[in-house]
């Protein structure tokens, strides 16, 4: 006898939506956390009146198909996410306004009128989210797929979207799954913000599945028919194992699975300041992406109060600022008032008044931020999801389908819950 039919490991959306769609199967899922609350990288700090989004920012109206469908089945109402309703500007000396918008074609959006008509010409295309590698740009990187175009192309468009946005060097990420991500979520004025907190999506499946928090598991034991979960002094046996960990934490928990595609599946670091201010400042648009060209420290700065005037007290504002990629491992090892002191300053350029507004800065240091779908990871991985669902241990995370978006999670968790459920009836009776 075990002690759980499934034990789903991290409580992310991943990890909660394959709780949750396993319970509809009538499979019994439970979901161990490490962390005190759910959400993992989707969730909300609420300090003195503010609401801060700690990773995911916003989702999508189009592209997010699987989270609007489990939204409606959790009776979350489309409008607790409202569309943000404003565009993401470029700094060019000034922060120039339409990025990824048709608007931007006149605006100009940071790029010179070759740029931009590449980029249209570009950004057009069909790419599959859940199969990255099934796509014209083979295993190019951001930079190769960039290389023969006006490098404007590179310099303002690419490289600060990746690297402000993923945390990615242009250099070692490749450019399909990025293509295939831009095109799914149209452009970011219909991009959406959960009006109570990204964490919102995570809290609705937890009220719905078995959750315990504050369990860090340290190890999978898998003998083959079933695996034994261990966290401390504790120890339970389960049928199967779901792992919604990011994938170097899932090699380390079950190194026994030895795909060539978990030892390639790295993920960036993140390092991000938000700064709780006196006063609002910015916009008219909600975010500015920075390119290295013209700032190695900040890679992008979130006018939280813009995304939805309940993120930050009445006439108060709410700032967050991301490091440039080059500075995060210096970063990573700095203390909160460094990093704090050290984004402050060089975003001040940037966001005049932004040091004198700060009342307080909150640091966050996210080692397992994004997966960095490099072309080694990207080439390895169809043949790893074509091995799941054979052994006792699955998985579910972005970075199955090497996405850096919620969505992606999601759709992992669905179909890891799809692929347990149709075990044959014989081995779940085991
Ligand atoms: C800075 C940043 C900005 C982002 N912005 C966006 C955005 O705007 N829109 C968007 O769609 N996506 C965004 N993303 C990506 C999105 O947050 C992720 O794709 C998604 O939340 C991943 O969900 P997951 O369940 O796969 O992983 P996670 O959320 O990482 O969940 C894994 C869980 O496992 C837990 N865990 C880890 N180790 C253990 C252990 N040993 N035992 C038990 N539990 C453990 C963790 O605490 C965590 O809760 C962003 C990510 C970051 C970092």
């Known amino acids: 006898m075990t002690d759980v039919d499934v034990a789903v490991v991290g409580a992310g959306v991943a990890g909660l939506t394959a709780a949750y769609e396993l319970g509809k199967a009538g499979r019994e899922a439970r979901v161990f956390e490490a962390a005190d609350v759910v959400g993992g990288r989707m969730t909300t700090l ?3 009146g503010y609401l801060i989004d700690t990773c995911a920012e916003q989702m999508a109206e189009r592209g997010y198909e699987e989270t609007w469908r489990l939204l409606a089945e959790l009776g979350v109402d ?60 083979g295993e190019a990187t951001v930079a190769e797929f960039a290389a023969p175009h006006h490098p404007d192309l590179l310099d303002y468009l690419l490289q600060p979207v990746v690297s402000g946005f993923f945390g990615w060097d242009p250099a ?30 995570a ?18 034991v898998d003998d083959g028919s079933s695996a034994r979960v261990r966290g401390g002094a504790w120890e339970i046996s389960a049928r199967a194992v779901v792992l919604a960990v990011p994938a170097p ?6 190194p026994r699975h030895g795909s060539a595609f978990l030892r390639e599946c790295s993920f960036t670091p993140v390092v991000k300041a938000h700064l709780l201010l006196d006063r609002p400042l910015g916009g008219p648009d909600y975010a500015l992406v920075v390119p290295t060209a013209e700032n190695g420290t900040v890679s992008t700065v979130i006018f939280d109060h813009l995304k939805h005037p309940g993120r930050a007290p009445e006439g108060r504002g709410l700032v967050t600022l991301m490091a440039h990629p080059a500075v995060v491992p210096e970063l990573l090892e700095a203390s909160d008032e460094a990093v704090a002191s050290r984004l402050t300053g060089a975003a001040e350029p940037l966001v005049p008044g932004l040091g004198s507004a700060t009342r307080r800065a909150i640091v966050r240091r996210v080692r397992h931020a994004l997966p960095e779908a490099t072309p080694r990871a990207l080439a390895s991985r169809s043949g790893f999801e074509a091995g799941l669902g054979r052994g006792v241990v699955d998985y579910a995370g ?26 044959p009836a014989k081995e779940r009776a085991r």
Do not use: N
């Open 46 to 48: 609420r300090e003195d």
């Open 78 to 137: 489309p409008a607790a996410a409202p569309p943000i309703g404003r565009g993401i500007a470029m700094w060019r000396g000034r922060a120039r306004p339409g990025v990824a918008q048709t608007r931007g074609l006149v605006t100009g959006a940071g790029l010179s009128l070759r740029a931009r008509l590449d980029a249209a010409r570009l950004l057009r295309g069909t790419f599959d989210i859940e199969r990255p590698e099934h796509s014209r740009l």
């Open 172 to 201: 070692r990420s490749a450019a399909a799954p990025l293509l295939a991500l831009l095109t799914a979520v149209g452009p970011p004025p219909t991009w959406r913000a959960y009006r109570d907190g990204m964490d919102t999506f």
């Open 203 to 220: 809290r609705a499946l937890a009220a719905k599945t078995d959750v315990t928090t504050g369990f860090p598991v340290d190890e999978i």
């Open 249 to 254: 934490v899932a090699a380390r928990l079950h």
């Open 398 to 423: 972005d970075w199955v389908f090497l996405s850096p978006c919620s969505e992606a999670a999601v759709r992992s968790g669905v179909r890891a819950a799809l692929r347990l459920a149709v075990r």
